[in-house]
């Protein structure tokens, strides 16, 4: 059987695009500031994922259209895991993108993994309660 190196496996896993970070995330210490998420009294999306990640540059656009749409009426947060190591931890993220809804008091509404369509973030919203 042939061996590999943990650092070819590390760079597969990170050039196919998406990673489990369970048993990375705690060896890493968090390199900046991680944004508030939820919001404090606001209906709040958060997306966490890396602008690196293959499927997480599909949420890219969503996110900054979602941003404009929804200024003063919802939060809508990016949390990069690549640079912020410890937020994959901290929210309890296996896979990326993980998009997570927050209720207006802080509470965890809906747990979403992989690519979510614009439209069904904004049924979630609304849902939520932000017209």
Not at 14 to 25: H, R
Not at 57 to 64: F, L, N, S, T, V
């Amino acid at each position: 059987m042939k061996k590999i190196s943990i650092k070819t496996v590390i760079k597969a896993i990170i050039l196919s695009g998406c990673f489990l970070l369970a048993t990375t995330a705690g060896s890493f210490t968090a390199q900046a500031e991680v944004p508030q998420a939820p919001v404090p009294g606001m209906v709040t999306m958060v997306d966490i994922g890396a602008k690196e990640c293959i499927p997480c540059k599909m949420m890219i656009p969503i996110m900054a259209e979602l941003e404009k749409e929804y200024k003063d009426r919802a939060a809508i947060v990016f949390i990069d895991v690549w640079v912020n190591r410890g937020a994959g931890e901290k929210y309890g993220i296996k896979i990326i993108p993980t998009q997570i809804f927050y209720d207006a008091k802080g509470k965890e509404m809906l747990r979403h993994e992989g690519v979510l369509q614009k439209e069904a973030i904004i049924a979630e919203l609304t849902k939520l309660g932000v017209k």
